[in-house]
């Protein structure tokens, strides 16, 4: 079986986790680094950096399955020219996998890959590349440092080099959802506003970088990926400001500037404007009736 590191970026302010690092490095091939809290997509690329193994599999503070890992190198073993795999998971309230084929394959190519998994390629628990396939792209990838979403310029950069990509059915990974309380505690509030990053990480973000790779994919899929996004994104946001964990403040311009091309935004638009108190009573009627 293959080596495996494990690279650990510690940027909390207790010592728990290097007092782990610490009890288990005599039994495990651990890396521990300690450093100041700057964000995911710093950690990201320091931690691309750090790598010294062929693969690199990010974790998050999700659940891997039992078996998950030695499948996964199971994988790496038995394909020398795979550079990325897929390794889906599901949440931990929903059994539905994120990318349902009927049995672990290869991905038909990387236009299939985008389709299929969407902003999901920028989850980090789900994706395993090729270390040396990314390393000309990570200076660019700092370009991207506060969108919280380098994690999907680095895959897409992997998965448009030329190489293998896999799909493990699993699920792998087990993703424990935020739930609406969780949500309502991590947005941001600035002026008595409520800012949910959502809206710009998985809808402005998510389009700014995969629109950086459109000579890469078909113009169809592309616009079918984005699309997809842009719907989830401005429902989102419609849900969100009915459950009163979200607002529409500054949206609604971002929504124009970026997605005018898709029909469905001005219907976003409208009910953007729409009252709270009146979007709240859709939404209940909405809910009872599904």
Known sequence: ??????????????????????????????????????????AVLFLTHAAKG?????????????????????IIEADK???????????????????????????????????????????????????????????????????????LFIILYAITRPGKLFYLRGPIVICHFATSEEIKADVIKKDGLIHNQAFQVFGINFSNIVNRFSDSFDPIVLKRALKKSFGQMWRGVLVGTA?????????????????????????????????KKLLSYLYRGYKLFN
């Open 81 to 151: 020219k795979i550079n990325f795999i897929w390794a889906n998971y599901c949440l931990s309230n929903n059994p539905t996998l994120a990318v349902d084929f009927a049995s672990d394959q290869y991905f038909d190519s990387k236009n299939q890959l985008l389709e299929k998994a969407g902003a999901g390629l920028g989850f980090v628990s789900a994706v395993i590349f090729r270390r040396e396939v990314v390393q000309s792209g990570l200076d660019e990838a700092r370009h991207y440092i506060g969108t919280q979403f380098v994690s």
């Open 243 to 275: 459950g009163g964990w979200d607002t529409t403040q500054g949206k609604r311009i971002k929504l124009i500037r970026n997605f005018w091309y898709f029909p469905e935004s001005w219907i976003a638009v409208i009910l953007f404007c729409l009252p």
């Open 54 to 74: 062929d693969f690199i599999w990010w974790m998050g503070d999700d659940e891997i399955t039992s078996g998950g890992v030695y499948n996964v190198l199971k």
């Open 1 to 42: 079986m293959v080596g495996v590191e494990i690279v650990i970026l510690d940027d909390s302010e207790n010592d728990e986790t290097e007092i782990l690092a610490r009890r288990f490095s005599a039994t495990l091939p651990i890396r521990y680094f300690h450093g100041k809290k700057k964000g995911v997509d710093e």
